[in-house]
């Protein structure tokens, strides 16, 4: 006995070390695992990069993982901190869902000293895990209240019709009324609704959802995330102003931007002249005063036209108008047909009000209307059709006698898809 003790007792304590080494990687997997499905419920909402990064440290952190921090910027006066044991790649750079930029992938590390197993070896002990969390299922949303915090982000009232075939309706505002719908003769039919808030509904239509994709108005549920948030909107210098009366075949003026390619400025806005038809050819078209009016049995024409709408410029379509626009398939504006500045002091309201009414008729418009902090309302007796439209701003409003169809049947139109009801899961 008095020989065998010392090869019993360190037995068993390599044993216990080697247990403690199995518990920690056990531990470490937990982190991990919670550590990549915070950074895709980030993800979610559209963020990338470093908040993706923030989100896992933090909730690595809180579940006991001990990160290391280093400063990564030679500055003596500046400090960047960097997590030198925690790796977030998205997309994955290894496994199943490698390449695919909707998965996150989690890798975490911590060393361990060695204790009575040092007799063999005085390498300490690294031990790994990784995680990977994707976004699944989702339909797809073609009418999205960016707001966060506007009452009736989206409203649907009067005797206004809309139907959107296979896409759904998403508000981003906590609001109670988030979507709001308050009276009987107003009617809406899409896959689903959801919003971040509550919704105010007042006799729903029978077929106001699709009961396969959802069987009731989604609340309290994530935002959507803004497709169109990296694209920048053009500042260009040196350029002639064009005539705001136009008719006829319009190209770009300018010679090409390095940046944005063809395009014209037009510093008191456009309108189209009555009874006549304005064709827009493929470019970027910048107005930076007044306003894109079509009226008096004007149309409006382009394929693979921009236009953008600088320092609070609007658009005015009433009178029997007629719009027949599709977006640019390809380049930095690519899928836009309408694009308006974001608010420069806050995120959320601009003011500017872009109003499709009278009895204007947008025969087709394929590619996405975005007014990130605009209004767009559709009101009297507009008409508007197309089997590929995105209408994205910050409150959207269908009113009066307006009819609406439209569809998210977008496959070669340039335009970025939006989810709505995507679900994290931890894939590997």
Known sequence: MGLMSPVIIGGMALGGE????????????????VAAYAAAVRKRVGENGNPLQAAAVRVASASGFMPVMTDANPDPDATDLVTTNLTLNNPPLAGGSIDDNDAVEVILSETKPRLLSSIFSDTPVEIRARAVAKLTGGSPACVVALSATRSKAVEVSGNTSVTLNDCSVVSNSTQSDAYYMPNSTADLTADCISTVGGSSVKNPSPDLLDLNVCASVQENAPPAADPYADVPEPSVSGYTCQSRTVSGAITPKELPHPIY????????????????????GPGLYIITGGNLK???????????????????????ISGSAELDLAAPTAGLYSGLVFFAARCEDSPLECGEVFKINGNSSTASIKGAIYLPGSTIEFLGGTKAESSCLQIIANTVTFAGNSTVEMGAACAGAGTKTVLTGQIVKLVE
């Not at 390619?261 to 827009?280: H, L, R, W």
Request: net charge neutral; hydrophobic share 35%.
């Open 294 to 316: 079509v009226n008096n049995k004007a149309i409006l024409k382009s394929n693979g036209a921009t236009f953008f709408f600088a320092n609070n410029t609007t658009a005015e």
């Open 18 to 33: 080697t247990g403690y080494w199995y518990y920690t990687q056990r531990k470490l997997q937990h982190a991990a695992d």
């Open 261 to 280: 390619g063809a395009y014209s400025v037009f510093c008191d806005g456009i309108e189209v002249a009555s009874n006549t038809t304005a064709t827009f």
